[in-house]
């Protein structure tokens, strides 16, 4: 018996009484397979389906598999699956198995999701983006159209009471089967090195112990290498690679016993850390690192980068070995590595392109993606770069959806293939454009050193339709090729290519990777973002002027071209705009203002311009001043005191809303308040004549401009009748008034600003101008100190009056006059 079933009583009655609920359970519980069965005759899931997300196709298709068979039906008929481009369900089926873009789909076309009653997420802890997404949306119409609907969130390792919190939702706990695994360190050799180190102990493990090996590796590279270097050592051994894009025959072929009898070595991804079963494990050989795409947001740019795997990644895998007994797991690092792992996984949602997201908003009817229960929000500026591309390919206009971009959403890939293959489509070159988009979709085909130019993977898979011969990474792409051709209704093409008309494609799904090569030899391109890279010397493509750039890494700023086309300028025409640029320029004297022709940041010519609108010129002013900061302006002395007193008053008087004028938060906003006084500077010398202080004196509405000077005046008036300076500090401590001690005879009290609640620390001063007394409680320093003073400064200074009683002695500012 397996473990989750401990619980289901307890999971059916929660779910009868609410409708979210999260249930937690270690890899191998049964919580895939047993829980869902168990709850597809519930009461109140009379003429509802179920439909439950899986992370990854493989797992999806597996699952249901094993689903049907524990059923007793043929997979597609009660149970059945459903992942990009394959669709196995029919009308009788009641339990879904999809990947999770899916039900973003189905939730987009139907935001209510009527018909179905449960919508379960599995494996919740990977925190892939698309189950944010959903599980987002899901939680949005069940709060807004679908109270009845139920949401089941399960997961291995997840931090628990923040899901709780989130979703307001009670917590069933698993405690599983595991049986004692026993780990062993060893040294982590170079990332370099990874397939031989890994090939080096799995042949150790197997001499040592009995039982099939589950090997972790980042990807197909390495798999590939650890399984030629295995191949030659273990003669006696089933090797079997385990990825995403296996055939689904040689996958199951990894998954199920081997059927010689012969022990198995299976070489992994991550892919098999928990969503799949896989017959006879007993030890486990752990690299220690996952490979995962990162989006930067500095580049625009995605790349698919080798990282070490978190701790609780680590402890799936190694649980891999104890599902069925005792087992062992070897991991290619030391303790002392293992304490410094990070806790768990960075969720997908930091650190990918957005784009399909914000569209997925948009047309869901969100502005505001943050008003949405999030686990983790998504960054702001990945947000900002998103909604960027979706205008610049015309999916948004002003942040709403446009007709072509609900076209671009209806399709399923990423918004940039999208638009590439409607435009295409329009051109002329949709056969064309069918192949470009499975080329940039699926794994490069060729070899690096094949060179850049997509052309030769264009004409390759031609070849491989014409020849149709037999080979997995062609076929696979020819897949996806057919996929989207039976979507448009078009025949495939296997006639030469024109490099020229590929470029045009590609320029479609990548308006902002124009590249036009740079003076000189050095192979040097500059790409219509603004973005520097660099193709190969030798290759075809480095010496052309024009390229689209498909696939690139960004690297210190330079990045390295990997996949490209030429592109013919003249089909760049319909991209060119017109447009002033007016630049503030202080080491040359000013305004920089030219006429461009441009795509992009490309400048194809420039003139200049004889007249500039004043509005481009305050807006260049306003740009240098927020990047060049204060050294502009004049913040004086005076400026700076009034900006203090402000300061002080949103400490004082936080329920006022005084605003921040601190130097940084004026120069952000410098276009609110400085703009009409910047019409007439044509020099830097113009911008240190403005007299700041009045201009923001003057910015204050009316009555904060009087209840200013009445609550933290500049001056105070003392008993000599001289009107005194107060220095303010911007923390909205005690102002200080510095004054000589002659010119507040008589003063009893200490005074004070804000509406007397706060006194003022006097510094007073000699004769001489020299400091001889902090105080904050006159009134003690006339009682006890002045006497002390009066002692020591008489006889230096012995025109001064120094009387007996300074509370009735007239104050004086100078020397008394006999």
Known sequence: MLPIQDIIPDVKAKLAEGNTLIVSAPPGAGKSTLLPLALMNEPWLEGQKIIMLEPRRLAARSIATRLSQLNGSEVGHAIGYRIRFENKTSQHTRLEVVTEGILTRMLQSDNALEGVGLVIFDEFHERSIHADVALALCREAQQVLRPDLRMVVM?????????????????????????????????????????????????????????????????????????????????????????????????????????????????????????LTIEGISVVVDCGYGRTLRFDTRSGLSRLTTIEISKDSADQRAGRAGRLGPGVCYRLWSMADHHRLADHRTPEILESDLSSLVLDMVQWGVTDVNRLAWLTPPPKSALSQASELLHEIDALQNHKITEHGKQLHRLPCHPRIAHMLLLAQKDGLLPLATDVAAILEERDPLPRDAGIDINLRVEALRRYRLQNRNDVLWSRIERVAASYRQMFDVEPQNVAVNPFETGLVLVHAYPERIACARPGNNVRFQLSNGAMAVAGHHDDLAHEPWLVVANLDARDGLGKIFLAAPVNPTDLAPLLKERQTVTWDTRKGGFIATRDLRIGNLVLQSKPLEKVDDALKVQAICQALQKEGGNLLDFNEETEQWQNRVLCLRVWRPDELWPDVSTPALLQRVDEWLAPYLSQVRRPDDLKKIDLGQVLHNHLPWEKQSRLNELAPARIDVPSGSKIKLQYSANGSAPVLVVRLQEVFGLAQTPSVNEGRTPVLMHLLSPGYKPVQVTSDLNSFWNNTYFEVKKELRTRYPKHVWPDDPWTEKAIRGVKRK
């Open 155 to 275: 997961s291995a390792t997840l931090n628990m009471p923040q899901l709780s919190s989130l979703l307001s939702a009670p917590v069933v706990e698993s405690q599983g089967r595991q049986y004692p695994v026993e780990v062993h360190y060893g040294t982590r050799g170079d990332e370099w090195m990874i397939p031989e180190t890994t090939a080096r102990a799995v042949v150790e493990a197997s001499q040592k112990h009995g039982g099939d090996i589950l090997v972790f590796l980042p990807g197909e590279g390495e798999i590939r290498k650890c399984e030629e270097m295995l191949k030659k050592q273990l003669h006696h051994f089933a090797i079997h690679p385990l990825y995403g894009q296996l055939p689904p025959s040689k996958q199951q072929s990894a998954i199920m016993p081997n059927r010689d009898g012969k022990r198995k070595v299976v070489l992994a991804t991550s892919i098999a850390e928990t969503s």
